[in-house]
């Protein structure tokens, strides 16, 4: 019997984790596919931006990372751009491959709102490397020209406005004010300044979270001097402001859009089952039932626990439904039966500017401040610890040269 081929379509957390589970067995040939040959460690972003960290702290190298299973493991930087599912071949922009099975955890995109003019041309996202990395540098350039024209003082305000009160939102507004604090307290140069604004629909920031990290958030963010401005809608952008609920306005320097997801473009073309958000709805298996020999996990599909119960977008979750669909994916390949998901969030941590944080886990172990920062830190640092020293594995199976160029990953 001819060996199985599966592929993995994006090298997030869920792709990344499908590929951990798979790839020991050595009983099927595997190829990861990604536009980037890299897995972006999104959950450290706000470090990034605000300086905390190195780019290369939230980078592994996939390239490296496959080559340390063997050789039935193979990276293929490319864009898929068609999917013919009843020839079970797929096409990018420079490859085209058959497969046995497939599984699709190309994420998710920034839900902007097509309905809010200027939006998505004036403001930045982080979702990805790419856009995390240009916030960070267009910023601190704007703030370079604005100390330099002013003489060191920028006695006009210099005003970052975030829009979305989610994770991503309250962790990056938090750490922007953390930095700001941190310039004022070290730069010589007066700027004192600077306004974070964090705007939010709902009554309170981390709508539907558990009551004690969205009373830890809130308290943190008013520490930090975040102005939380709720009930409130972007109704309009342009270049250097923006209308909210369609009367109010507020100019701003920067602007960091968060609010929401839809699933990547993949879904497009699909005609399946999805939901408002172009989500793929998948069986208790994690199979796109539409579909033979294909899978979902991570942002692209909707997730829901044993319960029925919807999962929001996590890393956690991601990493959860990757690990069940490679699970019976393989379970197939070695003509056993598979197991329903069990996809469910085991707690959730919140990183709120500097050594601070709150952790919420099992529903019932709570720290915040050092101690949930040290919590955080211990559990981002291990996931990151491991990739990192499977990749150096691979590493040694690279030609010198080309090893020595990615030590940095």
């Not at 931006?49 to 490319?78: F, P």
């Not at 002013?150 to 994770?167: A, D, R, T």
């Not at 964090?198 to 009373?215: A, S, W």
């Not at 990757?322 to 699970?327: D, F, I, T």
Request: aromatic letters at 8%; a neutral charge; glycine letters at 10%.
């Amino acid at each position: 019997m001819s060996r199985k081929r599966v592929i993995i379509v994006g090298g997030g957390y869920a792709g990344v984790q499908a590929l951990r589970t798979l790839a020991p067995s050595g009983e099927c040939d595997i190829v990861l596919i990604d536009q980037h040959p890299y897995h972006y460690l999104q959950t450290e972003a706000y470090e990034l931006i605000a300086n905390e960290c190195s780019m290369t702290r939230v980078m592994i190298d996939l390239v490296a990372l496959c080559l340390s299973y063997g050789n039935h493991v193979t990276y293929i930087k490319d864009t898929i751009r068609e999917v013919d599912y009843e020839a079970k071949r797929i096409i990018g922009n420079i490859s085209g491959h058959s497969y046995d099975y497939m599984l699709l955890c190309t994420g998710s995109r920034t839900a902007y709102n097509g309905g809010t003019e200027g939006l998505r041309e004036h403001s930045h996202g982080v979702k990805t490397l790419q856009s995390a990395l240009s916030f960070k540098q267009q910023f601190e350039q704007r703030l370079y020209e604005r100390m330099e024209s002013e003489g060191g003082w920028c006695s006009e305000p210099f005003n970052i406005v975030i829009g979305g009160g989610g994770l991503s939102g309250v962790e990056i507004a938090a750490e922007m004010a953390h930095y700001i604090r941190i310039f004022h307290k070290d730069n010589t140069l007066t700027c004192d300044n600077i306004h974070i604004f964090l705007i939010i629909p709902h009554e309170t920031v981390l709508e539907g979270m558990e009551e004690y990290l969205i009373k830890q958030a809130t308290k943190r963010l008013i520490q930090l001097d975040v102005k939380i401005i709720n009930h409130s809608r972007i109704t309009s952008v342009q270049e250097h402001a923006l209308m909210l609920n369609g009367t109010d306005a507020i100019c701003f320097d920067f602007m960091i859009f968060t609010g929401g997801i839809v699933a990547s473009t993949l879904t497009a073309g699909m005609k399946v089952a999805k939901n408002k958000k172009s989500q793929l709805i998948t069986d208790e298996y994690m199979r796109v039932v539409e579909c033979e020999g294909v899978f979902a996990a991570g942002d692209i599909a909707e997730l829901h626990d044993p319960e029925g119960k919807l999962v929001p977008p996590t890393a956690q979750g991601a990493e959860a439904s990757g690990l069940s669909a490679a699970k019976n994916i393989l379970a197939l390949i070695q003509g056993k039966p598979m197991i329903p998901s069990d996809v469910r969030l085991k707690g959730m941590m919140i990183a709120l500017g500097g050594g601070y944080a709150s952790v919420s886990l099992l529903g019932w172990m709570r720290f915040s401040g050092v101690a949930g920062y040290a919590i955080k830190t211990i559990i981002m640092r291990g996931y990151h610890y491991l990739l990192h020293r499977q990749c150096a594995k691979g590493l040694e199976h690279m030609p010198k040269k080309q090893a020595k160029c990615r030590m940095g990953f």
